[in-house]
């Protein structure tokens, strides 16, 4: 994969926390960097994923009704229930 030069300025505190975190790991400050945005990255996507997978939690009665659709989710069939929310037969 081709590099891509980036230059960025931090203050001196950070350079030298920087510095001493990628000797620490043993890589160079390229790599640290690099190994920081791709867990940050990871990090988003995976809040991303939760958070979509609580809304269709939270939602997902509505959908059925809206959409006709039978159970859904991990407990099975979804309860019955009628436009205004009330049990269905």
């Known amino acids: 994969m081709a590099k891509t030069q980036l230059n960025v300025r931090v203050d001196e505190a950070t350079a030298d926390a920087a ?3 990628a000797l620490q790991r043993g890589v160079s400050m390229n790599r640290y960097i690099e190994e920081l945005v791709l867990k940050d990255a990871g990090e988003v996507g995976q809040t991303f994923v939760e958070a979509a997978a609580d809304f269709m ?21 979804a309860a019955s229930t009628t436009r205004d929310g009330q049990p269905g037969t």
């Open 19 to 21: 510095r001493e975190r």
């Open 57 to 77: 939690k939270q939602y997902e009665r509505v959908f059925a009704e809206e959409f006709g659709l039978e159970g859904g989710g991990a407990g099975g069939r």
